[in-house]
Structure formats: C-alpha cells, structure tokens
C-alpha cells in the first residue's frame, strides 16, 4: 500500500511558478515510477511528466521546457517545478505512483493561472 499527499498548490498569473511537493509512503517506493498527472473538469485526466526509479524523465509536449520534475528517493519525495506557467495550465494535479503492477494516487491540489 501507498500513500502520496500533494501540496504547493494555489494561484499563479500566467508567466509565474509554482512548485507542487508529494510526500510518499509506503512500501516498493524505491522501484515505483512516480509522476503528476492533471485534469480539468469535463475531461481526462493526463500524464504531465513522470521520473523512472534510475532518474529517467518524460513530459507531455505541452509542458516540455517549462516543467521539472524531480524526485529524492532518501525522503520519499516527488517535486514538479513549474515554470512559465499559462492559464491552459490550470487544473487539479495529482501525484502518482506505479510499482507492483498498481497505481496509486494522491487527493489532487488544485492549481489556478489567471491574472
């Protein structure tokens, strides 16, 4: 079983940061691919990036250059630093987690880019 709690997000204006933290535990975290997914109400729910156990990243197109994210395997923790930030970018964004063939999620933190 694994839990993941997400925090960091809120309001932005376009062209702005901000940076969502997700405190995972539980078991197999050192193997589990960990990533941040979005969705806006009315559609699915899509991959935003994810980061491989031995570092490996991948972002959707639509936020390569603007987002990082990271991961510290010794605190359990997954980062997504966002960048550039522009109001297609706002939605509620969840933190992820795959390992022994489940996937598991946090609650979402709701993320807003208006001026």
């Known amino acids: 079983q694994v839990q993941l709690v997400e925090s960091g997000g809120g309001l932005a204006q376009p062209g702005g940061s901000l940076r969502l933290s997700c405190a995972a535990s539980g078991r197999g975290l050192s193997t589990a691919t960990m990533g941040w997914h979005r969705q806006v109400p009315g559609d699915q729910r899509e991959m935003v990036a994810a980061i491989h156990p031995n570092g490996d990243t991948a972002y959707t197109d639509a936020v390569k250059g603007r987002f990082t994210i990271s991961r510290d395997n010794a605190q359990n923790t997954v980062s997504l630093q966002m960048n550039l930030l522009k109001p297609e970018d706002t939605a509620v964004y969840y933190c992820?987690?795959?390992?022994?063939?489940?996937?598991?999620w946090g609650q979402g933190t709701q993320v807003t880019v208006s001026s």
């Open positions: 992820a987690a795959n390992t022994g063939g489940r996937a598991y």
